[in-house]
T-cell receptor, first 114, second 113 residues
Framework: DGGITQSPKYLFRKEGQNVTLSCEQN?????MYWYRQDPGQGLRLIYY???????QKGDIAEGYSVSREKKESFPLTVTSAQKNPTAFYLC?????????????FGQGTRLTVV | AQSVTQLGSHVSVSEGALVLLRCNYS??????LFWYVQYPNQGLQLLLK??????LVKGINGFEAEFKKSETSFHLTKPSAHMSDAAEYFC???????????FGTGTRLTVIP
């Protein structure tokens, strides 16, 4: 089945550690996104990528990094510089970055700092 | 800049009653508008979208929304609520040529048996 796969579903991290969240899509979509979701705050954009080897910061990129070495993969690293990383992270993709194109979402990764 | 406001972070309806979830947008140009649904600990699923065609948009699971430019609104409705409709609903907006979807803060719908 075509779709977006995020792994792991649950992730625990100790303070001061970097951690990488995986996002893979087999929809042949050019654009990929990472959102952070906190209760009562909706979704906020962390990073997005229009094509391979290119990505742009979103509204809350500080403390995060990404790479886009392959069209189907867009991993997100939460670094120790992110002061409040506990959240639900959602990866999405779309055929192109332009208005009117809906995004397809993965099932999310819940990250908890312990 | 685009933005959306969802009035009411929590809405409760009885099973069989009308569902009305409110969304108002702010955009400098005619926008594209979306409604997504999220079940607990899952990703978002598209319910419907408005892209400047018919102002009344029908989506999945019996939901529909009407684009009203004069009111800058895109409210989501369903004539008769089912227990399975209990979820969180997000309104989102993007401008033509934009490179992002701007999401509202969400409305949690509870359906009372």
């Amino acid at each position: 089945d075509g779709g977006i796969t995020q792994s792991p579903k649950y992730l625990f991290r100790k303070e001061g550690q970097n951690v990488t969240l995986s996002c893979e899509q087999n929809l042949n979509h050019d654009a990929m996104y990472w959102y952070r979701q906190d209760p009562g705050q909706g979704l906020r954009l962390i990073y997005y990528s229009q094509i391979v080897n290119d990505f742009q910061k979103g509204d809350i990129a500080e403390g995060y990094s990404v790479s886009r070495e392959k069209k189907e993969s867009f991993p997100l690293t939460v670094t120790s510089a992110q002061k409040n990383p506990t959240a639900f992270y959602l990866c999405a993709s779309s055929t192109a970055i332009r208005g009117g194109t809906e995004a397809f979402f993965g099932q999310g990764t819940r990250l908890t700092v312990v | 800049a685009q933005s959306v406001t969802q009035l009411g972070s929590h809405v409760s309806v009885s099973e069989g009653a009308l569902v009305l979830l409110r969304c108002n947008y702010s955009s400098s140009v005619p926008p594209y508008l979306f409604w997504y649904v999220q079940y607990p600990n899952q990703g978002l699923q598209l319910l419907l979208k408005y892209t400047s065609a018919a102002t009344l948009v029908k989506g999945i699971n019996g939901f529909e929304a009407e684009f009203k430019k004069s009111e800058t609104s895109f409210h989501l409705t369903k004539p008769s609520a089912h227990m399975s409709d209990a979820a969180e609903y997000f309104c989102a907006v993007s401008d033509p040529g934009a490179n992002n979807l701007f999401f509202g803060t969400g409305t949690r719908l509870t359906v009372i048996p």
